[in-house]
Each structure stands twice: as C-alpha cells, then as structure tokens.
C-alpha cells in the first residue's frame, strides 16, 4: 500500500517538473512516506527526520521537508514540532500538489477519516512489468493492535469503471502482472451501488486483454468468501498465491485482537484452497507476543504453523500502537520473551520454507522474468505464479518474458533454476 503511495507522491512531483537527486544535500525537497503499524519503523522516521534536519542546519538550509503517509496522520504535530515542513496523511495526496508549489509555506493535510480519496491522481511507477492498483482505501475492521483504521480511515471502494480503466492503462504500458490492493480486499464492494463484490471484480479484471496474472493483498478470514475460491480456481490470470494472515493460532489470542474467526476456520479456508487450487502456495502473517499470550497459547502458534505449513510467513513482535485497544490490555509479554518466541517461530517456519521449495526441486514453473540478479553474473531472476523467486541463467532479452524454468535447488527464498527446454 505505502509503495503504490509512493509511485503517486512522485507522480506528483514529476508532474510539477521535480526530478530525482542522489543525495539530500542536493535537494529542494526531501520526502518521507511513513508506515505506522509497528513501533519500529514509525521510530525510524523520527530519526530519519533527525537526519535531515542536521542535513538542512549543515549545508542545506531551503531544504524543505515532507513526512506522508500513515506516521504523518497520527503523529501530525509532533512531526511539525521536530522540523516537518509538510506533513501530509494518506487520504491527502490530492493537497500534496498545491502545497509543493509554494514552499515557502508549511501545512499540515491530514483531514482523515472518511475523506475520500480523490481519483485520476498522476502516478510514476518504478516497474512497467508489474502493477499495484487500489481497489479499497482505509479499514473498518479495528482489530484490537491495529493503527490502520485510526491512519487510513474508514473503507472506501473504488468505483469498478476507475479500477479497470487503470488496470487497462497499466496493461497497454507493458505490465503482466497485477496486485489488486486493500487492506481487507473481501470488503470490496459493500459501500457502492448495485452488487458488486471481490470475486466479481476479479472476473472483471480476468477479463482485461493482454493481462497474464492477476494478485491481490490482503484477504481477512472472516470474510474470505467460497466464490473467493472458485475465482480463484477457475480465472485463467489469477495466481496460484494466498496471502491470508493468521496472526495468532491460538483462540483465546484471536478473540483479543477481535479478529472474528478461530483457528479451526482459518484451517478450513486454507484446506478448502488448497483443495481447489492445485499448486497454492499460501503466505500469511503472525505476530508473538499479544497482550495476555501465555506460553500454551504461543505453542497453539507453533502446532499451527507445524500443521498449516506456510510457504511465507512475516513474523513480529507485537508492539503498542498509540490509541488501540490493545495498548490498554495486559498483562504484556516481556521484550525478551517476546523475542524468544519469534525466535522460535521463525526457526521453525524457515525450515518449513525450506522444506516445501526442496520438495518442489525437478517442477517446472512459469516465471516472469523482472531484473538480472544483482549477485551472479549472466542470470537473471524473477518470480513464479506462486509469487516465488526463481533464479537462473540468463541473459537480460530475457526480461519481460514469461519462460518455463525447471526448479534444480531450493533454499529457503525460492529456486535455482534451469531454461526448461520447449
Ligand atoms: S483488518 Fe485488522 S489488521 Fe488488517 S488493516 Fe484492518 S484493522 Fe488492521
């Protein structure tokens, strides 16, 4: 979502006549998109912020500072009073561009909640192969640790005809690879007229000449629907990848964080997907490490991964996110038990990985070619339907082509692979 956000903050600035610079202490503008769903990298962006103040007191005293996205949202002041010249929330963009035409003026845009997201906004993409295309803004779910409802809003759905116009435009530019995004895609649809839904989007996306795969992130489980599947299974484009994010295995945990199903439905919705989809790799994420996780509840975590066996996982530490719910539950897990357990999981989970790309060495496998791999010379890299990444010799005329590739070794991040003879 915050990389889609970026392509539109530089399609702004390129359209303005703004052009890219190496270092900041070349720059008029400097830009900070922001996320704000870990303390982590929300930390970052204080110091990031810190870092081009010195630049600005040093040696570059008109350079004017931006702070976007979700951290600018909710910590708006804040980031003023530490030398933000524009700070400007996700649902804003559309202000961006007055505001960088006078940079002599500071401002604060962060009207969020239900404002809507303005359409036809310019956009500069970094790829032409693959696209990210919003099809719903912000959140209405306010599971317990979640920041994002409080930075992004309520849900907005994007009008059918402008999502397909973008996906039509992106495809007569070269891309063949589309990640429909929102962060609970499944509610597509239930604010807008008539009785559009996600399966019924996809079929109309699958429809678009000249796409070849078609993704989407994120799925909630508690809305993850069996005409979900069936597209999923029957659409020629849509990828052989679920990304459905189980973040606790334990039930007592999942009815904490208000999530809205147990772990019982989430195995259900993944062997009902497997069944359907030959080939599915499924992706989730987790988190250790919740306010009142015990120890059994942790190894309800890990007998869940051991059963489910995911081909992905992105794993965290919970941390407190101002003004949630779960900010204000306790008892809280101790920073080094927290670290323990994700220890533990990721442990367990990379040998998983390991295991399942080992398993698959010998299959052939479609693969987009994107780049040629930065680390060994004459091979090229790029990623299978499975959103796995396969590297092989190549050469760079390769780049654009869909080829079959034979999986030779697998390691934990994908394959080496070999040019399948055809
Ligand atoms: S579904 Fe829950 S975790 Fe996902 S963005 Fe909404 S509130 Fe956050």
């Not at 720059?27 to 996320?35: K, Q």
């Not at 649902?91 to 969020?112: F, H, I, K, N, V």
């Amino acid at each position: 979502m915050n990389e889609r956000d970026s392509e539109t903050i530089a399609g702004i600035c390129e359209q303005l006549g703004m052009v890219p610079c190496e270092r900041p202490a070349d720059a008029d503008v400097a830009i900070l998109n922001t996320c704000a769903v870990r303390e982590k990298p929300q930390e970052r962006v204080l110091s990031r912020l810190g870092e081009l103040n010195r630049i600005r007191r040093r040696s570059n005293p008109d350079l004017v500072i931006v702070v976007a996205g979700c951290v600018a949202q909710i910590a708006t002041d804040e980031l003023r009073e530490r030398g933000a010249d524009i700070v400007v929330g996700p649902r804003c963009y559309d202000m961006l561009q007055e505001a960088l035409e006078d940079l002599t003026r500071g401002c604060s845009l962060t009207e969020g909640g239900a404002r809507p997201v303005a359409e036809g906004l310019p956009v500069c993409r970094t790829t032409n192969l693959k696209a990210y295309v919003n099809i719903i803004y912000g959140c209405d779910n306010f599971c317990a640790y979640c920041i994002v409802p409080h930075a992004r809003g309520r849900e907005q759905s994007r009008k059918p005809t402008d999502i397909l116009a973008e996906v039509r435009s992106v495809v007569a530019t070269g891309a063949r690879d589309i990640t429909l995004l929102g962060q609970n895609v499944n509610s597509y649809g239930h604010d807008l007229p008539g009785s559009i839904d996600f399966p019924g989007l996809m079929r109309r996306v699958d429809a678009v000449e000249g796409l070849d795969r078609l993704r989407f992130t994120t799925s909630h489980p508690k809305d993850m629907s069996d005409e979900l599947i069936a597209a999923m299974a029957e659409l020629p484009t849509a990828c052989e990848h679920l990304h459905l994010p189980i973040q606790a295995g334990s039930d007592a945990v999942l009815e904490r964080m208000g999530r809205g199903y147990t772990y019982e439905h989430f195995r259900s919705l993944v062997e009902a997907a497997r069944a359907a989809i030959p080939g599915l790799s499924v992706t989730t994420d987790v988190m250790v490490g919740f306010p009142g996780e015990t120890p059994t509840d942790f190894d309800c975590t890990m007998r869940a991964f051991e059963e489910l066996r995911f081909d992905q996982a992105f794993m965290f530490k919970y941390s407190d996110r101002p003004g949630t719910r779960a900010e204000r539950m306790g008892p809280k897990v101790p920073e080094e038990e927290k670290q323990r357990r994700l220890v533990e999981l990721v442990e367990l989970q990379n040998e998983i990985a390991r295991e399942i790309n080992v398993a698959l060495e010998g299959e052939v496998f479609e693969v987009l070619v994107e780049e040629p791999d930065p680390k060994s010379e004459g091979h090229v890299r790029g990623r299978t339907r499975q959103n796995k990444l396969m590297i092989f010799p190549g050469g760079e005329h390769l780049i654009g082509e869909i080829v079959p590739i034979r999986a030779v070794r697998g390691y934990l991040w994908g394959w080496i692979g070999e040019a399948e003879e055809v």
